[in-house]
């Protein structure tokens, strides 16, 4: 089953030309024959990045948001704010399954990371690290698998027809 999805770089710096994160994504998403719906580039604002995540768990066609950038610790990472604002419910398990997987890679580094995922109007939203190490093992140790229908003993896709209940 094919996802649709967006993705938002959070970035004072990065282009389309120079966003080495951006586009691994967009190759993994090609890669599981997913289909990338829309990208944006913002800065680390967080009225801006509110609207764009609204504008996009508004839109029908799209099943999951990933953003990348914005996840630290410093005073312009604002991202797990600006999702939070919209989030109608928190995934911690994503966070946590994150950061151990980054223990991995970076050691103990991997505390400084606020990596988090929500569900908001229906929609999955991943708030991934801006490096590509990070958008490589969040995508390759957890999404890779969570997107696909496939995947046992169970998956986020298989839940997309009853997020919205009530």
């Not at 289909?35 to 913002?42: E, S």
């Not at 990348?68 to 399954?97: C, S, V, W, Y």
């Not at 890779?144 to 496939?150: A, E, F, G």
Request: include cysteine; charged fraction near 25%; charge should be positive.
């Amino acid at each position: 089953m094919k996802v649709n999805i967006a993705l938002l770089t959070v970035t004072d710096t990065r282009t389309f030309d120079n966003d080495k994160s951006g586009a691994i994504l967009v190759e993994k998403i090609n890669e599981a024959n997913h289909k990338l719906i829309d990208r944006k580039i913002c800065k680390d604002n967080k009225k801006d990045i509110v609207v764009i995540l609204k504008e996009w768990i508004n839109k029908k066609e799209i099943d999951v948001i990933i953003t990348t950038g914005g996840t630290g610790l410093t005073g312009r990472d604002i991202t797990p704010e600006a999702i939070e604002q919209i989030a109608d419910k928190h995934i911690p398990g994503f966070g946590e399954t994150f950061r151990n997987l980054s223990l991995k890679t970076v050691g103990t580094s991997a505390i400084q990371s606020r990596a988090c995922a929500v569900l908001a109007n229906g929609k999955y939203i991943f708030a991934l690290p801006g490096s590509s190490g990070g958008v490589t093992d969040a995508w390759d140790g957890i999404l890779k698998y969570q997107l696909d229908i496939n995947h046992k003993p169970c998956n986020f896709v298989e839940l997309f027809p009853r997020l919205k209940e009530k």
